[in-house]
Nanobody, 114 residues
Framework: QVRLVESGGGLVQPGGSLRLSCAVS????????VAWYRQVPGKQRELVAM???????DYAESVSGRFTISRDNRWRTLYLQMNNLKPEDTAVYYC????????WGQGTQVAVSS
């Protein structure tokens, strides 16, 4: 059974940075495209960034140039470095395959506020 454990969220001021981690267990990891998603209450979950099996990333326009997705296949961990955070980045962040096929983890809350 696949288990996803997201961590690293918190409260940060606008312009600040956070690094999210997602530990993946119970499945192969290196041969799959994976991604970060986020959800604001009352809105649909949206794709933030994805990374393919060759390590090539792709970003939503809203985060391009500010966020960096990376993966460590040895430790089956996905990362999201978030810089120059904005209030509109406030959301619960989740990791999953791309496209989505695993059960969701608990997510990690990111709040950007002064």
């Amino acid at each position: 059974q696949v288990r996803l454990v997201e961590s690293g969220g918190g409260l940060v001021q606008p312009g600040g940075s956070l690094r999210l981690s997602c530990a993946v267990s119970g499945t192969v990891f290196s041969s799959l495209a994976v991604a970060w998603y986020r959800q604001v209450p009352g809105k649909q979950r949206e794709l933030v960034a994805m990374i393919n099996v060759d390590g090539v990333p792709d970003y939503a326009e809203s985060v391009s140039g500010r966020f960096t997705i990376s993966r460590d296949n040895r430790w089956r961990t996905l990362y999201l470095q978030m810089n120059n955070l904005k209030p509109e980045d406030t959301a619960v962040y989740y990791c999953n395959r791309h496209p989505v096929s695993w059960a969701w983890g608990q997510g990690t809350q990111v709040a950007v506020s002064s």
